[in-house]
């Protein structure tokens, strides 16, 4: 029988190319998946996946499937967008993903904001670097990622959409057994050869940082490589390094006085605050509500709301 779950489960097996990974995604044996596949192969008439010892490949019918099945589930979609009322569900989940900096620091204020009017709905956020909030998006796990920084050296699907939402200062950062506690603001050169806290290799915001060093022949002592800005701002409180980080990590520290920013004054250190989603799929009703809930902060989600809404006056159209 040909059933919603079984087209889903056809449909991520044929996006991941693996059967053990739609396993693990919707917490069944890999038997069980194989199963529902052989059923719709079955029910067909036709061979939907090549087996090979390293995952699978679709037959030209199995392509045609999936896009039958993509444009089922865009329709589900669609007609969830159109006519749920958000506030009258009872229950429901937000899924969103970050880079550390956004989740760990400007998103959570955000969910509290959100759940005061929605109770009812929780809320989870992944962290990872920006080449893993991706890969969660691109796995479904997520409708919504915000990153700061860069997509430089980023394969970005071309369904995806990234919207700038803010420009976020850096700052040079130091505890109060700093030698530079007691300046203003410093020039570039004075990073020369100083000891630094930084973002491990592989993060955008190592690969950003090292670009503008680079530019600017400044080299750097590293001290200490942390994958997270929480740990990096422990390690300042007790040593006599610095870092770059946005003002807003380091808000809470700032005031009690234990941490200091410093503007350089010949260079600017500025990155940007994106949403990436999928411009191609509608939002679900709570993710949508979500980035509603977020314009008076960030008014460009305007645009990606925008963009959800002509999806469903595109095809109420071509359905008349």
């Known amino acids: 029988m040909l059933t919603l779950q079984k087209l889903e489960l056809f449909v991520y097996v044929a996006q991941a190319g693996s059967i053990s990974k739609a396993a693990d995604h919707f917490l069944m044996s890999q038997p069980n998946v194989s199963q529902h596949i052989q059923d719709l192969e079955a029910g067909f008439g036709e061979q939907l996946l090549i087996r090979k ?3 699978v490949t679709l037959t030209p019918a199995g392509e045609t499937l999936l896009q039958y099945a993509q444009e089922i589930f865009r329709l589900v979609a669609e007609a969830k967008l159109a006519i749920t009322n958000v506030s009258q569900l ?5 899924a969103l993903a970050a880079t550390p900096g956004v989740g760990i620091y400007v998103l959570p204020e955000c969910v509290e904001q959100f759940r005061v009017r929605y109770p009812q709905f929780t809320v989870s956020i992944k962290t990872g670097t920006t080449a893993e909030v991706i890969n969660l998006l691109t796995e479904s796990q997520c409708e919504a990622s915000f990153i700061e920084g860069e997509l430089d050296g980023i394969r970005l699907p071309s369904r995806f959409g990234a919207l700038v939402l803010d420009t ?6 130091v505890g109060q057994a700093h030698p530079w506690w007691t300046v203003s603001s410093l020039s570039i050169q004075a990073l020369h050869d100083q000891p630094v806290i930084l973002r491990q290799i592989g993060s955008q915001s190592r690969a950003w940082l090292d670009k503008l060093l680079k530019e600017r022949h400044i080299r750097l002592r590293y001290v200490g490589e942390f994958d997270n800005p929480e740990t990096i701002k422990r390690a300042l409180l007790a040593g006599s390094a610095f870092a770059i980080l946005p003002a ?3 808000r809470h520290e700032v005031d009690l006085g234990v941490l ?4 350089l004054t010949d260079c600017e250190l500025q990155r940007q605050l994106k949403l990436i989603w999928n411009k191609e799929w509608p939002l679900s009703p709570i993710t949508y509500a979500f980035l509603q809930h977020l314009t008076d902060q960030y008014p460009a989600i305007h645009a990606a709301l925008t963009i959800s809404r002509r999806h469903l006056r595109a095809n109420r159209t071509l359905g008349r």
């Open 248 to 250: 807003y990590v380091v």
């Open 90 to 94: 009872s229950s429901g989940s937000l």
């Open 53 to 55: 010892h390293r995952g």
């Open 168 to 173: 976020v200062q850096q700052y040079i950062v």
């Open 260 to 263: 200091r920013l410093l503007p």
